[in-house]
């Protein structure tokens, strides 16, 4: 079994992160136990204080094990399905935890959360799965179209007239290469939209460090594949997508290429290579 020499850097970000989390809980617990069985408390508040420790210390050993899944996972490339629990509670339970132990640190939030997803990169990535082209959606930001575009993709990505002024044209090609389902989403609302319309089996989504986040942990137990957008123009305004990544999350998923090209509109009063006139 091939092993990796240790958790890349920016990887060790985040496991770190959440063993301090872990670590900073058990001394909660400690403080918890001292508490409970000091002889000044009454037997109510002691009875009160043991559950209270009994709780945490359920939520810890779940940690601990869940902890151990990702990096095992991570350094073995291989997927154990046995930690798939303790990983999420891990991670749901003690992601606002690392947040704050980050802010302590005064580590950079986006930092924290880039390393989140280059793990759950990794965790999605140790699984097998070969799925049809239709099982897999690719949920993209509507921000990385060209501002001034007339053609409006939020309703319809067809809408598109494929200009090349901004890289949604280039994820159209991929739609219709791979036979994928697309989804335009203008916030977390209409991305949970688009995933109970094609429920898909396998997710790969576009967006900032936030969104990622956010919608990792939402799709769950669904395995998400984030690729973060570039933002030269500033957060949210014609951002732009490194579109071999894109490629390479929606090969990892899709092994063959669709043989049913996609329908595509007409493109109206355009020419190859004609920009579309803002
Ligand atoms: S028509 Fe051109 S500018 Fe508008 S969304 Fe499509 S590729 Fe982008």
Redesign the pocket.
């Known amino acids: 079994m091939k092993v990796k020499n240790f958790l890349p850097v920016r990887k060790r970000l985040f496991v770190g992160l959440l063993g301090v989390s872990i670590l900073a809980a058990g001394m909660l617990f400690v403080g918890i136990w001292y508490l409970a069985l000091h002889p000044s408390r009454s037997v109510f508040d002691q009875v009160l204080l043991l559950a209270l420790a009994g709780m945490l210390v359920g939520g810890l050993v779940m940690a601990a094990f869940g902890i151990g899944g990702i990096v095992l996972t991570i350094l073995y490339a291989r997927d154990i399905t046995a930690l798939h629990g303790p990983i999420r509670v891990a991670v749901s339970i003690f992601f606002p935890i690392v947040l704050v132990i980050g802010r302590i640190f005064n580590i950079d939030k986006d930092r924290i959360k880039r390393s989140f997803i280059e793990v759950n990169n990794d965790l999605v990535k140790s699984k097998a799965l070969k799925l049809r082209p239709s099982e897999v959606l690719l949920l993209v930001p509507h921000c990385?179209?060209?501002s001034?575009?007339?053609?409006k993709?939020t309703i319809n990505i067809d809408?598109?007239?494929?200009?090349?002024?901004?890289?949604?044209?280039a994820l159209?090609d991929l739609r219709d290469k791979y036979g994928i389902n697309v989804g335009v989403a203008t916030g977390g609302t209409l991305a949970r939209k688009f995933v109970q319309e094609y429920r898909p089996r396998a997710i790969v989504a576009i967006a900032c460090e936030r969104d990622l986040t956010s919608g990792i942990q939402d799709s769950s137990p669904i395995p998400v594949l984030g690729v973060t957008n570039e933002r030269p123009n500033g957060p949210c305004f014609n951002t732009r997508i490194n579109i071999s990544k894109v490629e390479k999350a929606i090969c990892f998923f899709v092994k063959e290429k669709s043989s049913v090209t996609k329908k595509r509109l007409p493109v109206m009063g355009l020419t190859a290579g004609e920009?579309?006139r803002?």
Request: positive net charge; hydrophobic residues 20%; glycine residues 8%.
């Open positions: 990385l179209q060209q001034d575009c007339p053609y993709i809408n598109c007239r494929r200009c090349g002024g901004c890289d949604v044209s159209l920009k579309v803002h």
